[in-house]
């Protein structure tokens, strides 16, 4: 069965400070998708990146970036120069193989809640 | 960009009652997907829609049902509402690849059964 873990359950920083957050993953098929989300105090769920499993290419977007490790099972995000609107619950997700349109249900971590303080 | 819009946006009922939950996916994409979130619990998956057919069924209680129509508008049943069953509720939509979907979420309807 697919298993997210996401071991910090909550982070503060002094704006402008780095963080990273931890996703750690389990899965027994070899075609996989990971998945971020952030969600605001408002309550909606924001995408934020998709990485397929045969594609362990690191991203960077802005003052986001995602290092995807398949050896250590880990698809890390990190947030460079925070800010208070960064101040979210951030959500790694997976889904798994190619079981048909409509199958690639997400299983969520726990969620870590990211606090920026001014 | 048109986003996932879902119906209403609050919902309060009494225990024992029934409500409808509604979703409209951003266009030209033709699967659902629902989801539950308790309070400060993380998204489970309840039920999936492809091409106005069910996919996949997750943990959704007898109680609930759904259906995904022809203009691929969905619609979330629930009966003998409970206590628990108070929460956010989201409808994300994806067009499919074959290769994973990305779901994109909407705002959420938030529940809250008295």
């Known amino acids: 069965a697919q298993k997210v873990t996401q071991a910090q359950t909550e982070i503060s920083v002094v704006e402008k400070e780095d963080v990273t957050l931890d996703c750690v993953y389990e899965?027994?098929?070899?075609?996989?998708?990971l998945f971020w989300y952030k969600q605001p105090p408002s309550g909606e769920l924001v995408f934020l990146i998709r990485?397929?499993?045969?594609?362990?290419q690191n991203e960077i977007s802005g003052r986001y970036s995602w290092n995807f490790q398949k050896s250590t099972s880990s698809f890390n995000f990190t947030i460079t120069a925070s800010q208070v609107v960064d101040s979210a619950v951030y959500f790694c997700?997976?889904?798994?193989?190619?079981?048909?349109?409509?199958?690639?249900?997400?299983?969520f971590g726990k969620g870590t809640k990211l606090s920026v303080i001014p | 960009a048109a986003g996932v819009i879902q119906s209403p946006r609050h919902l309060i009922k009494e225990k024992r009652e029934t409500a409808t939950l509604k979703c409209y996916p951003i266009?030209?994409?033709?699967?659902v997907y629902w989801y539950q979130q308790g309070p400060g619990q993380d998204p489970q998956f309840l039920i999936s829609?492809?091409?106005?057919?069910?996919?996949d069924k997750g943990s959704i209680p007898d109680r609930f049902s759904a259906q995904q129509f022809s203009d691929y508008h969905s619609e979330l049943n629930m009966s003998s509402l409970e206590l628990g069953d108070s929460a956010l509720y989201f409808c994300?939509?994806?067009?499919?690849?074959?290769?994973?979907?990305?779901?994109?979420f909407g705002p959420g309807t938030r529940l809250t059964v008295l």
């Open positions: 994300a939509s994806s067009s499919t690849s074959g290769s994973g979907d990305t779901q994109y």
């Open positions: 899965t027994r098929d070899t075609t996989y998708y």
């Open positions: 990485r397929n499993s045969f594609d362990e």
């Open positions: 997700a997976l889904s798994e193989g190619d079981s048909g349109a409509g199958s690639y249900q997400l299983t």
């Open positions: 266009p030209r994409h033709d699967t």
């Open positions: 829609f492809y091409e106005k057919m069910q996919s």
